[in-house]
Each structure stands twice: as C-alpha cells, then as structure tokens.
Nanobody, 120 residues
C-alpha cells in the first residue's frame, strides 16, 4: 500500500523554525511531483510549495512563503522536506504533503497532515 506520512509539526514561537518531513512507503517519490499544502481553521486548503523535478532543482512556492520556506527532496530516503524559517502566527495550520502518481499532474496521494502552531 502506498502511503505518505508527515511529521515534524509542533508548537514554535514566531520567528522560529520547523522542518516537516513527508516520507513515502510503497512507492518511490523520485518520479512524482510532491507538494505541501496547508489548511487553517475556517479557511480553504492552500498551496505552499512543490518540488517538480526528480533532482529537486525545479521548485515552486506560494508568494507568502518565498524567502522563508524551502522544499527539498532526498531520493535516497524517499522523503521530501519543508524547511520553514521565520515562522509567523499566520503560518498556523495543518500541513499536508501530496504526490502525483501519474502524468496528469493531479495530486493523487495525500498524507494525514501534521499540525503547525506558531505563537506570537
């Protein structure tokens, strides 16, 4: 069974850092586009970042995280990371990773989410 499992969430003060991990089992992530999304209470899920190329050299970021978050992939560990620096209270949300399984670019596989809470 193919699964994505997120970890690394927690409580941090504003200005702090967290690193989220998205580990895959049952399938290699290297051929997939992997994205991070988040959903805050009462808000719709929104795109945060994605790693597009196999080597990780092509990435995409939402404007609100540019310069603060970095997405990285480690194919040897079958894991994608989201390094989050300079965190703000507005970054508080459940963070989900997702992967594409086919050529359509649709995110077919989702993890269960990890909570990130940033205190002011």
């Amino acid at each position: 069974q193919v699964q994505l499992v997120e970890s690394g969430g927690g409580l941090v003060q504003a200005g702090g850092s967290l690193r989220l991990s998205c580990a895959a089992s049952g399938r290699a992530l290297s051929s997939s586009r992997v994205g991070w999304f988040r959903q805050a209470p009462g808000k719709e899920r929104e795109f945060v970042a994605a790693v597009i190329s196999r080597t990780g050299g092509i990435t995409s970021y939402a404007d609100f995280v540019k310069g603060r978050f970095t997405i990285l992939r480690d194919n040897a560990k079958n894991t994608v990371y989201l390094q989050m620096n300079s965190l703000k209270p507005d970054d508080t949300a459940v963070y989900y990773c997702a992967a594409t399984l086919g050529p359509t670019g649709v995110y077919d596989l989702w993890g269960q989410g990890t909570q990130v809470t940033v205190s002011s």
